[in-house]
């Protein structure tokens, strides 16, 4: 096909001219799009057993068609269920996410597009798109269970012997569609099973099905928000009895693409080839190699899900917040609730406001708890009741005041004692507690399955994160601390399930990083003590806008990267006997005994990340971090690592002498390095 024929004159200009390929590996078919000397050619296969065989099947159809050789193309981008089992040898290729590949290729395939409906063989998809160039805003998808997904539609085929290639069709010549009210793919199944056996019309039941399907997307639409131009891709998008339902549910018709949508994941794929092929061009002839990694979707994400903590629009039971990264989230999301840190750095009104509460002498982070409430602070002002574990005094005066002030709030205890079964026990029965608090505030059982269900989810996103935290450890790091620091706080407000398709979207723009073989490397230094809240980029922002030659590699504080070093066992026992042996475990806290495991912790991390210089930051009237830096400086001491002391609050007028500090702390460091060499 001449791309001339296929796009309008102002896409087919920022269509490549150099040849390349893009292959999208669904879980049913395998699709891939090649673009050469103005011409597109596709390939549709069946998904085999083995992903490299099945993505060679696809390049053989293609180069059969154009006339090319594997080394005839510039660049590859493999995206889809299997897109990271592929190796294409000596020609250069990465993976793309399918979301960001269905977003450019949808972008080409219609006029402004804003929403795809993206259905395949195992999960559904609805991605907003920028519709002048493709690029992913928002998207929400149902990965949980087939119900939604073309395999639904397969298994409800197969039922009434008909080929699922059929079922559209059929679903057309319906009187009235059945009710499929089932939201599990083999409840639904019997409900056919059972209606047909009374003499329900196929024709009735296949439009049932389709109309169940569509709720699912209706319901995922809903979530992201309808925006006009609406394409729909995918195998499911070939269905046209679904097409048919679901512009009934929309109330408008979808956009026409001039060629087959199922393709849109394929060609977002050969698009980005053109791009990587273009910028490796470049990179050659500058000689320079840059890096940059795009969290617009973790942090649109995180933006959503606090509009609906703060609309109560999540579908959970109760909105409920935590104070300390020793509240088992296993329990929380097990409970069915809407559930975030409170993590929020108070402005100096909120910080002032608290106060009035409080003595002057606490902390700012827990002054602008208090004050955040006091001044309604919307992501607070949606609570139902507040959680703790019991670590530092401060926390524990504050937690008292927020349940004597604001809101309802349960104190838990914390045993201090580490290594000792006698403090795993009595937090066995404080975790026991915190359940039955649970079940009284929603009025319903805890299922200790879902607990041990969670602890997999959570231990996942853990290893994701540490994953992630490990490109830091190259010579030139591929993260900032900045970066990293947001990647840390959405684990603190996106549900679980949320959370680790957008952290596996990151790792995968992480694995295309390679570190330069050449170049000065840069002071490296650890972030360590005591809490840095979200909003508090004083200290980052100047250390990242103010010297371009010193990268922060590790956060060593319990906003950072340290409640991520552990997972929870899963034993298979008692499951709370598990989370109390876990959270006991974890990176500890200073207030926890012996104050040694902390310290050794951190200078293993110091060690582990190659540091040059230690910022040892700590809020002023800490009782953890400020009465032990002692411990810490003098073990970093001993290792030869320098460290700066920063005591720090919310306030602003102090950004000058920082900024003095961290310079002179930094030229020491140059000064040491250069004595080195």
Not at 195 to 205: M, P
């Amino acid at each position: 096909m001449n791309i001339s024929e296929i796009f309008a004159a102002n896409k087919a200009a920022r269509i490549p001219g150099n040849p390349v390929a893009g292959i999208d590996i669904g879980s049913r078919q395998s699709k891939a799009v090649l673009i050469a000397e103005g011409k597109l050619y596709t390939a549709l296969t069946a998904t085999g057993l083995f992903m490299q065989a099945t993505a060679q099947e696809l390049l053989e159809d293609l180069f059969s068609q154009s006339g090319l050789a594997l080394l005839d193309l510039d660049y590859i981008v493999a995206t889809g269920y299997g897109r990271i089992a592929l190796d294409f040898g000596p020609v250069p290729s990465r993976t793309v996410t399918e979301i960001s590949c269905h977003g450019l290729g949808a972008s080409f395939l219609g006029d402004h597009i804003q929403t795809i409906i993206d259905i395949g063989g195992q999960d559904s998809k609805v991605i907003r798109i920028d519709p002048k160039d493709g690029k992913v805003l928002d998207f929400v998808m149902n990965d949980k269970c087939a119900a939604g997904t073309g395999r639904f539609l397969e298994k409800v085929a197969n039922i009434l012997d008909y080929e699922v290639t059929e079922l559209g069709a059929l679903s057309l010549q319906a009187e009235k569609p059945a009710e499929i009210s089932s939201q599990c793919v083999v409840f639904a199944e019997s409900e056919i099973i059972s209606e047909r056996a009374k003499g329900a019309k196929e024709s009735n039941l296949a439009a049932g099905v389709h109309c169940s399907v569509a709720k699912r997307v209706n319901n995922l639409l809903n979530r992201v928000g309808i925006l006009p131009n609406v394409l729909f891709s995918g195998g499911v998008s070939n269905n046209t009895g679904m097409v048919k339902t679901m512009e009934d549910f929309l109330g408008f018709p979808m956009a026409v693409s001039p060629i087959n949508t199922v393709y849109a994941g394929a060609l977002g794929s050969a698009l980005f080839a053109g791009q990587y092929a273009r910028k490796q061009a470049e990179r050659s002839s500058s000689g320079a190699e840059q890096f940059t990694i795009d969290l617009t979707n973790l942090n649109n994400a995180v933006e959503r899900q606090q509009e609906l903590f703060i609309e109560r629009a999540a579908g959970k039971k109760k909105n409920v917040a935590y104070l300390c990264t020793y509240t088992p989230l296993e329990i929380l999301s097990a409970a069915d609730v809407s559930h975030i840190r409170m993590l929020h750095a108070g402005n100096q009104k909120e910080v002032n406001s608290g106060e009035t509460i409080t003595q002057s002498i606490f902390c700012d982070f827990t002054k602008s708890i208090l004050g955040s409430m006091q001044e309604n602070y919307p992501l607070y002002s949606s609570l139902d009741k507040v959680y703790t574990f019991y670590t530092c005094d401060c926390m524990r005066k504050t937690a008292e005041a927020l349940g004597n002030n604001f809101i309802p709030t349960s104190i838990f205890n914390m045993p201090r004692l580490l290594g000792n079964k006698d403090s795993e026990n009595y937090l066995v029965t404080e975790l026991d507690g915190f359940v039955k608090d649970l079940e009284k505030l929603t009025k319903e059982k805890v299922d200790k399955n879902k607990i041990r269900e969670n602890i997999a989810l959570y231990n996942k996103a853990r290893g994701l994160i540490r994953e992630i935290a490990g490109y830091r450890k190259h010579s030139l790091p591929a993260l900032s601390s900045s970066q990293f620091q947001a990647i840390a706080r959405s684990f603190y407000y996106l549900p679980v399930e949320d959370l680790l398709p957008r952290l596996e979207e990151i790792l995968e723009q992480l694995r295309a990083y390679k570190a330069p073989e050449a170049g000065e490397r840069p002071l490296r230094l650890m972030l360590a003590g005591g809490i840095i809240a979200d909003g508090d980029n004083k200290l980052t922002k100047l250390i990242e806008e103010g010297s371009p030659g010193v990268r922060v590699v590790i956060e060593d504080n319990c906003a950072g990267y340290s409640p991520f070093a552990k997972d929870v066992p899963d034993t298979g026992g008692d499951v709370l006997q598990d989370l109390a042996a876990g959270y006991l475990n974890q990176a500890p806290c200073a207030r926890m005994k012996p104050l040694s495991d902390r310290v050794d912790f951190s200078a293993k991390l110091a060690e582990e990340y190659d540091v040059d210089g230690v910022i040892f930051f700590f809020m002023k009237f800490c009782p953890c971090y400020g009465i032990s830096k002692n411990d810490f400086v003098h073990r970093f001491q001993e290792m030869g690592i320098l460290v700066l002391e920063i005591p720090g609050d919310y306030s602003t007028g102090d950004e000058g002498q920082l900024k003095t500090r961290l310079e002179a702390f930094i030229e020491v460091l140059e000064e040491r390095r250069l004595t080195r060499v």
